[in-house]
């Protein structure tokens, strides 16, 4: 039931775009992303509901694709601060449980 | 800073051991949940508790139990500790009304244990 999330690692350059995918077997009800930065707690971003949403703050956004149970967080023009490793969670509908992917590691170099 | 307290932030002990970890939520929050990280497992959903209720369970071991209290923080003990027990346990406090899932939660700073 755990959600996989790809690419496992990406380094970047500061200023280049990044997609991070989150994909489960199941009918999910919503998808939560947080990051995560080395040694530190998760800090929640954003939730996404089932209905096909999207979200953005500043030049993070994802999306909700409810037909193929995946969610992309998209990270553009991407900045230092940005590195760290981001997870989804991903609630199936019925099972009132927050099941988190493995993380996607995000070097951002300068 | 989320808010959430959590000590201790190092813990070092012995298989078999029994320890005792704390979170104290942020102000106002009813809702504190409870989660394991480690290497080969990574975030996993534990327990949580709502206003001194337990509301949903998770991925917990027998050997592990959790209380809140009425001040609202919240104790994980873990019991006949075993090496694979070693990893970061984050408590997490959201302002929801006590949803399983909840809309946004404020996690902890954590407690690293490590089980020699």
């Known amino acids: 039931q755990q959600p996989v999330q790809s690419p496992q690692a990406v380094i970047l350059r500061e200023g280049e775009d990044a997609v991070i995918n989150c994909s489960s077997s199941k009918a999910l009800y919503s998808v939560h992303w947080y990051r995560q930065k080395h040694g530190e707690a998760p800090v929640f971003l954003m939730i996404l509901l089932k209905g096909g949403e999207q979200k953005g703050h500043d030049k993070i956004s994802a999306s909700f694709n409810e037909k193929k149970q995946q969610s992309s967080l998209y990270l553009t023009a991407s900045q230092l601060s940005y590195s760290g490793t981001y997870f989804c969670?991903?609630?199936?509908?019925?099972?009132?449980?927050?099941?988190f992917g493995q993380g996607t590691r995000l070097t951002i170099n300068p | 800073d989320s808010g959430v307290t959590q000590t201790p932030k190092h813990l070092i002990t012995a298989t078999g051991q029994r320890v005792t970890l704390r979170c104290s939520p942020r102000s106002g929050d009813l809702s504190v949940y409870w989660y394991q990280q480690s290497l080969d497992q990574g975030l996993q959903f534990l327990i949580q508790y709502y206003n001194g209720e337990e509301r949903a369970k998770g991925n917990i071991l027998e050997r592990f139990s959790a209380q809140q209290f009425p001040d609202l923080h919240s104790e994980l003990n873990l019991s006949s500790l075993e090496l694979g027990d070693s990893a970061l346990y984050f408590c997490?406090?959201?302002?929801?009304?006590?949803?399983?899932?909840?809309?946004?939660?404020?996690f902890g700073p954590g407690t690293r244990l490590l089980v020699l």
């Open positions: 997490a406090s959201s302002p929801t009304g006590g949803e399983i899932i909840p809309e946004t939660q404020y």
């Open positions: 969670g991903t609630e199936i509908q019925g099972a009132q449980k927050l099941v």
